[in-house]
């Protein structure tokens, strides 16, 4: 970790610690409002609860201080997301968008920019920067992409959209502003599902947008204020919260999915298998230059559909869902939620049980699969 990583992981739950009164609660309080005082004229303090709210200026806060940039906060990453492709494209413009990352921004594309006259085309990660993004106004990469963790240059890819004349958001949900920094990389924007690793508990759905071009974040804000995608109070008091414990979640996590990987790749049972952090991954190289760390993110190949639900079911420290980023260990098989994947491929999410237990765990439901 670099010492601009580790300052600003020290400082991340002591943020409040210069605007506090003698006597005021040192975690943060959580304002439910709808209303505010507010007789006579003014401005400068909060309105109406679409407009501000102090819960959520408390984490938009931290998230700036991960993010080194000012960020709004959405109610969820879709939120945040099309806050950004339809909060900044207008008819007749073009995206380019990865088409092996989350499904859903694809499916907001066809469903929703195509209709309003914003043509998208999809490109794979790994090759995102071939082609160039001439005719483009904005292009959207996932890196690592959701789920086979296929990496684009961050940099190269931001360089060749600003000679085109595009700008670049990142959706940085795999990685956090701890294990990847697309701002610093030349990015415009990150967008981000909280909902992981950010939060971190699996108890709330949140998001944000970050962008140090101050027309960006204005037009986001003026999106949310308008459409009225607002994030919740309690929800970003909960964020806020998980965030404090950031750093140490995501460390463990990235840690224990490099041992587990390394394992995982060594067993009789197991094809295909992806980590960025692996010396002869296809993503090495690049995750290596580009990365802070390789995530927490395993996919894998088991012989059938039967053999990767059983996997996931029959092991004890493991929880069947989908989504991740969470403290539990938790996996998906990916094609059953339309991912073009074989039957057998895992998303294996690493959380923040001991290591060793962890490995035992999933070494024995192997086992009990009889692979
Ligand atoms: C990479 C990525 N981006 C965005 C999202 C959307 O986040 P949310 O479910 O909070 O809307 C997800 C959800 O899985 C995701 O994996």
């Given at each position: 970790?670099?010492?601009?990583?580790?300052?600003r992981a020290a400082y991340l739950a002591h943020l409040r610690r210069d605007r506090l009164a003698k006597g005021d609660p040192i975690p943060v309080p959580l304002t439910m409002a709808a209303i505010f005082h507010t007789p006579g004229d003014g401005d400068g303090f909060n309105q109406y609860g679409r407009y501000s709210n102090t819960t959520w200026d408390a984490v938009e806060h931290m998230l700036a201080h991960l993010e080194a940039a000012p960020c709004v906060a959405f109610p969820s990453g879709m939120a945040a997301i099309s806050a950004v492709l339809l909060g900044l494209l207008k008819t007749g413009d073009r995206a380019l968008l990865p088409s092996d990352g989350y499904h859903t921004t694809r499916a907001l594309a066809e469903r929703f920019l195509k209709p309003f006259g914003i043509a998208y085309d999809l490109r794979p990660t790994s090759t995102f920067l071939d082609g160039g993004f001439d005719g483009y106004r904005l292009a959207f990469a996932e890196t690592p992409s959701n789920p086979r963790l296929d990496i684009c240059d961050i940099a190269a890819v931001a360089e060749a959209a600003h000679k085109a004349g595009a700008i670049l958001a990142v959706d940085n949900t795999t990685m956090t502003p701890f294990g990847q920094r697309p701002l610093d990389l030349g990015?415009?924007?990150?967008?981000a599902a909280d909902t992981k690793a950010m939060n971190g508990h699996s108890d709330v759905l949140f998001g944000h947008v970050a962008s140090r071009n101050p027309d960006i974040i204005a037009r986001v804000i003026d999106w949310r204020e308008t459409v009225g995608g607002i994030?919740?109070?309690?929800?970003?008091?909960l964020v806020h919260r998980g965030l404090e414990t950031l750093d140490v979640?995501?460390?463990?996590?990235?840690?224990?999915?490099?041992v587990i990987a390394r394992r995982l790749k060594d067993h009789r049972a197991v094809n295909g298998l992806r980590f960025p952090g692996?010396?002869?991954?296809?993503?090495h190289n690049l995750a290596r230059a580009q990365m802070e760390r390789f995530g927490f993110?395993?996919?894998?190949?088991l012989a059938?559909?039967?053999k990767a639900e059983d996997f996931i079911n029959k092991c004890a420290l493991m929880q069947a869902a989908t989504s991740f980023g969470g403290v539990h260990t938790s996996a998906e098989r990916r094609s059953k939620r339309g991912d073009a994947v074989p039957p057998g491929f895992v998303r294996l999410s690493i959380g923040c049980e001991p290591v060793e237990e962890l490995w035992?765990?999933?070494?024995?439901?192997l086992e009990k699969i009889g692979a």
């Open positions: 970790m670099s010492e601009t990583a580790r300052s990015a415009d924007i990150v967008v994030p919740g109070p309690f929800e970003a008091w979640r995501f460390d463990r996590m990235c840690s224990s999915a490099e692996l010396e002869n991954d296809p993503s993110l395993i996919s894998l190949e059938s559909q039967d035992q765990a999933i070494e024995a439901s």
